[in-house]
């Protein structure tokens, strides 16, 4: 077991928009604590929204104008 984090996704919409999910990075992710340690604030950033985003269902369309 390594280093647990707790990640949180909240849209706003509702009482029950607000997903939260515990993770080990270890486990969950494959990467070390050393590995956590040697990237930037940015890359632990956009690894965190990676895993918070995971149960996100979005997308877009082109539709036609009239």
């Keep these: 077991m390594g280093r647990k ?3 949180w996704l909240d849209s ?3 009482a029950f928009s607000n ?3 515990e993770i080990d990075i270890e486990d ?4 070390t604590s050393e590995e956590w340690e ?5 890359e632990k950033d ?3 929204k990676d ?3 995971e149960r996100m269902e979005w997308g ?3 539709i036609e104008s009239e």
């Design 5 to 7: 984090f707790k990640v």
């Design 12 to 14: 706003g919409a509702n």
């Design 19 to 21: 997903y939260v999910q």
């Design 28 to 31: 969950d992710l494959n990467i």
């Design 38 to 42: 040697s990237l930037s604030d940015e």
């Design 46 to 48: 956009e690894t965190m």
């Design 51 to 53: 895993v918070a985003w």
């Design 60 to 62: 877009f369309e082109e």
